[in-house]
């Protein structure tokens, strides 16, 4: 008899690896650098840059096995897709709105969204299967900045927080569709990241109210977001995070008022607890882009 082969859980469903790129490096330049993470959640060292160099990008994943990296500082709209290896290609021509600091998240499985920015906005920029990027969807919810996004419940979005000290949230349907806004929950702070972890659930965390904060707020596989859990690690904002290990998570480097530019990460378990700091790899800088790929 053949042996009996157990379906995939929602646990093992993600992706192994993840890439950190591009930010603002110490001096008050951007960088096109980019860090690959293991599937163990180990960070290798710089790979050379590709692509413009800019800060106050987003990035998520699509096609279900690669990543698009897209956007930045306040005006750009250019993107660099990342392929199943973890290389990232030259800039591929902008589409909507140029501008920075908006969220991105893997929506419907093997697509995902731009969304929020500078200006204030809320305009929205779906991405396909194969990397293409849509012109502007109109706006849904309350228009800001500083916020970010992540998937949950295996195809589905949310995006969250942002400045001035927001704590909304807007979920994104399986078919890119962002609803109007979900009253806040924990403490409303900008400049955060946000991942998913254990093939359904997602975590926002660190962040910037007034002070650098490290407390997390966990998303549940229907979407909910639970109250802040304290903070471990470095206080830190403009930091980046991703899926890693199929079912795991990991923050990394990021602003810290004491230090500056920092490189630590944390790697987040598959229950959703964020470890302490792990000593940075690569260069130290913030306002960078993070996405998971294979």
Same mark, same amino acid.
């Given at each position: 008899?053949f042996p009996?082969?157990p379906?995939?859980?929602?646990?093992?469903?993600?992706?192994? $690896?993840?890439?950190?790129?591009?930010?603002?490096?110490?001096? =008050?330049?951007?960088?096109?650098?980019s860090?690959?993470?293991?599937?163990?959640?180990?960070?290798?060292t710089?790979?050379?840059?590709?692509g413009?160099?800019?800060h106050?990008l987003?990035?998520?994943?699509y096609?279900?096995?690669k990543?698009?990296?897209?956007y =930045?500082t306040?005006s750009?709209?250019?993107?660099? !897709?990342?392929?199943?290896a973890?290389v990232?290609a030259t800039?591929?021509?902008g589409?909507g709105?140029?501008?920075?600091d908006?969220?991105?998240?893997?929506?419907g499985?093997?697509?995902?969204? /731009?969304?929020y920015?500078?200006g204030?906005?809320?305009?929205?920029n779906?991405?396909?299967?194969?990397?293409?990027?849509?012109?502007? #969807?109109?706006?849904?919810g309350?228009?800001?900045y =500083?916020?970010?996004?992540?998937?949950?419940?295996?195809?589905? *979005?949310? /995006?969250?927080?942002?400045?001035?000290?927001y704590?909304m949230? $807007?979920l994104?349907s399986?078919?890119?569709?962002?609803s109007?806004d979900v009253?806040g929950?924990?403490?409303?702070?900008?400049?955060?990241?946000?991942?998913?972890?254990?093939?359904?659930? *997602?975590i /926002?965390?660190f962040?910037?109210d007034?002070?650098?904060?490290?407390m997390? $707020?966990?998303?549940?596989n229907?979407?909910?977001?639970?109250?802040?859990?304290?903070?471990?690690?470095?206080?830190r904002?403009?930091?980046?995070a991703?899926e890693?290990g199929?079912?795991?998570g990991? /923050?990394?480097?990021?602003?810290?008022?004491?230090?500056?530019?920092?490189?630590?990460?944390n !790697?987040v378990?598959?229950?959703?607890?964020v470890a302490?700091d792990?000593a940075? #790899?690569?260069?130290a800088?913030?306002? !960078?882009?993070s996405?998971s790929? $294979?």
């Open positions: 008899m009996i082969i379906a995939a859980s929602a646990a093992d469903s993600g992706n192994q $690896n993840g890439i950190f790129g591009y930010g603002r490096v110490t001096g =008050g330049g951007s960088t096109d650098l860090n690959i993470v293991s599937n163990a959640g180990v960070v290798a710089d790979v050379a840059g590709v413009t160099a800019r106050y987003a990035a998520c994943e096609g279900g096995d990543g698009i990296i897209g =930045g306040t750009y709209s250019m993107t660099n !897709l990342v392929s199943n973890g990232v800039d591929t021509a589409v709105t140029g501008r920075g908006m969220g991105a998240c893997e929506y499985g093997d697509k995902g969204i /731009f969304a920015g500078s204030p906005t809320a305009v929205s779906l991405v396909s299967n194969t990397g293409v990027v849509t012109t502007d #969807v109109a706006g849904v309350t228009s800001r =500083g916020l970010v996004a992540c998937e949950y419940g295996e195809d589905k *979005g949310i /995006f969250g927080y942002g400045y001035q000290s704590s949230t $807007n994104v399986n078919a890119g569709v962002v109007t009253t929950v924990g403490t409303g702070r900008g400049d955060l990241s946000a991942c998913s972890y254990d093939g359904d659930k *997602g /926002f965390g962040g910037n007034s002070a650098r904060v490290s997390t $707020n966990l998303v549940s229907a979407g909910v977001v639970a109250t802040d859990v304290a903070g471990v690690g470095h206080a904002s403009d930091l980046a991703c890693y199929g079912d795991k990991i /923050f990394g480097y990021g602003y810290s008022t004491s230090e500056q530019y920092v490189s630590y990460t !790697l378990s598959t229950t959703g607890v302490t792990t940075g #790899v690569g260069t800088r913030y306002g !960078l882009a996405c790929f $294979n």
